[in-house]
């Protein structure tokens, strides 16, 4: 089931960028521009630092306050992905080099 959602881009400047994962089964985004894409496998977000791609199963918004710039992803969250300038970045190599 896929589900187009678009939002309104959160205004500049861009609150600072937090990713909190819970249990691998809550992601919790602060930096949020905007939520690109939603579907029962991948959420797309814009954040402060690039595009999020978070692949996954079961996954669904839970909470969304654009005026706050934050998302909250609840499923099973299997991997997180920055794309930049057409780039895949994994958490991994962001976090540690």
Do not use: C, W
Not at 12 to 39: F, I, K
Not at 66 to 85: A, N
Request: charged share 30%; aromatic share 2%; glycine share 10%.
């Amino acid at each position: 089931m896929a589900q187009e959602l678009k939002t309104k881009p959160a205004p500049e400047p861009a609150a600072d960028e937090r990713l909190e994962l819970v249990g691998r089964r809550t992601l919790r985004v602060t930096g949020v521009r905007e939520v690109l894409h939603v579907e029962d496998n991948t959420v797309v977000i814009r954040t402060a630092e690039g595009v999020l791609v978070v692949h996954g199963e079961g996954l669904r918004l839970r909470q969304l306050a654009p005026q706050e710039q934050r998302v909250e992803v609840l499923g099973q969250v299997r991997e997180l992905r920055y794309e930049q300038g057409g780039q895949r970045t994994s958490m991994r190599r962001r976090l540690f080099g």
